[in-house]
């Protein structure tokens, strides 16, 4: 499928929205709400910061989320473990898919790093079977970078 918003847009408004806001936590709720509000078909866009082994929920769109996911489980778990990006086109067929939205069909999860270590994933959900095209990957890979690309490490 392919995207309906040029992703060129998507990356400059989220630069704009990022550009001399210093907060991670006021940048992730003001990226989820971009993605949310631009991107067709989803249900759920949000982040998990990690904390220790576990990620957390952090800013996100849509239901109620679960708030803690070890490392290496689910998805998110297993994208933060691998420190790779992974697009699940059914997520009844991913072995050990945590349902936090039982409407949930699809997701993309892309770790990203603040200052060269893992800092946490974006998740995004689809009510729609196998609804991430590898023009979604990039754009949510390049929304995933420049994110963590605006933030200094924690002291």
């Known amino acids: 499928m392919t995207n309906p918003i040029d992703p060129g847009d998507l990356i400059g408004e989220l630069r704009a929205l990022l550009d001399g806001e210093p907060d991670l936590v006021a940048n992730a709720a003001n990226t989820a709400a971009l993605i949310f509000s631009r991107v067709p078909r989803l249900n759920w866009a949000g982040f998990y910061f990690l904390r220790g082994a576990v990620l957390v929920v952090g800013p ?3 239901l109620p989320a679960c708030t803690r ?27 050990g898919h945590i349902a936090c939205d039982s ?8 770790p990203f790093s603040i200052g060269g270590r893992l800092a ?10 196998d609804r991430f095209s590898p023009a979604d990957r ?4 390049a929304v995933a970078q420049t994110f963590g690309a605006a933030h200094r490490p924690a002291e």
Do not use: K, W
């Open 60 to 62: 996100f769109q849509g």
């Open 69 to 95: 996911i070890p490392v290496g489980q689910g998805v998110c778990g297993s994208a933060a473990a691998r420190g790779e990006t992974i697009v699940v086109p059914d997520v009844h067929a991913f072995p």
């Open 103 to 110: 409407a949930s069909r699809s997701e993309i999860v892309v």
């Open 120 to 129: 946490g994933v974006l998740d995004i959900d689809s009510p729609e079977p």
């Open 138 to 141: 990039a754009l949510f890979e």
